[in-house]
């Protein structure tokens, strides 16, 4: 019954591969999020969607592509991928605009 | 631009001792602040909500204050235990198209037997 999930939790790849993240909720939320975790644990926005469709886009390099099937899930793929792209990726949701974000558990991606 | 300060970066405490968080933040229009607790290895969790007219919020040992006249938020742990150790982050709304939230960078605690 875990709210919001994300798969899969580590990501251990080589420079210039393609790689995806996964993530769904199921509290019924209209808004879903990325953000990206650096080493010095800031969290940083990297993409919002509310129902489907993409309103913030943070100055995120066009390797980064997200895709929202349905409201319920948002993906991330990433292209070509650098060693700063070594991260934490965690997904969240929310209803409306001013409700409780939840954040799934994180995927720790490394580049190497 | 919306910012939102955190101190200290990093603080360490023996168990059972009590200690103040302090979150500072220039958001505007203020729509509410929350305050988050993120273990390591997880994802934050929110441990409190505070809005324009609240002053004062508990969450049994974990207190929260806000003044909206000088943009401060405190977070306050009462009698600190082990499972306390983890990262505390302030995030705050702006009352504008879409709720921008902006966080800050965190504050890590550490609580030592």
């Known amino acids: 019954d875990t709210a919001v999930s994300q798969t899969p939790k580590y990501l251990v790849t080589q420079m210039g591969n393609d790689k995806s993240i996964k993530c769904e909720q199921n509290l019924g939320h209209d808004t879903m999020y990325w953000y990206k975790q650096d080493s010095k644990k800031f969290l940083k926005i990297m993409f919002s969607?509310?129902?489907?469709?993409?309103?913030i886009n943070e100055t995120v390099p066009n390797r980064f592509s997200p895709k929202s099937p349905d409201k319920a899930h948002l993906n991330l793929h990433i292209n070509s991928l650098e060693l700063g792209d070594s991260a934490v990726y965690f997904c969240?949701?929310?209803?409306?605009?001013?409700?409780?974000?939840?954040f799934g558990e994180g995927s720790r991606l490394t580049v190497l | 631009k919306n910012q939102v300060e955190q101190s200290p970066q990093s603080l360490i405490i023996l168990e059972g001792k009590n200690c103040t968080l302090q979150?500072?933040?220039?958001?505007?229009?203020?729509?509410?602040l929350r305050w988050y607790k993120q273990d390591t290895g997880r994802g934050p969790v929110s441990l409190t909500i505070?809005?324009?007219?609240?002053n004062t919020k508990s969450n049994g040992r974990y207190t929260a204050t806000l003044d909206a006249d000088t943009k401060q938020s405190s977070l306050h742990i009462t009698a600190s235990q082990l499972s306390d150790s983890a990262s505390y982050i302030c995030?705050?709304?702006?009352?504008?198209?879409?709720?921008?939230?902006?966080f800050g960078g965190g504050t890590r605690l550490m609580v030592k037997p």
């Open positions: 995030v705050v709304s702006a009352e504008s198209a879409g709720n921008m939230l902006t």
């Open positions: 969240a949701s929310r209803q409306g605009g001013a409700g409780e974000l939840f």
């Open positions: 979150c500072n933040y220039t958001v505007s229009p203020f729509s509410n």
């Open positions: 505070m809005t324009f007219s609240e």
């Open positions: 969607y509310n129902n489907k469709e993409l309103i």
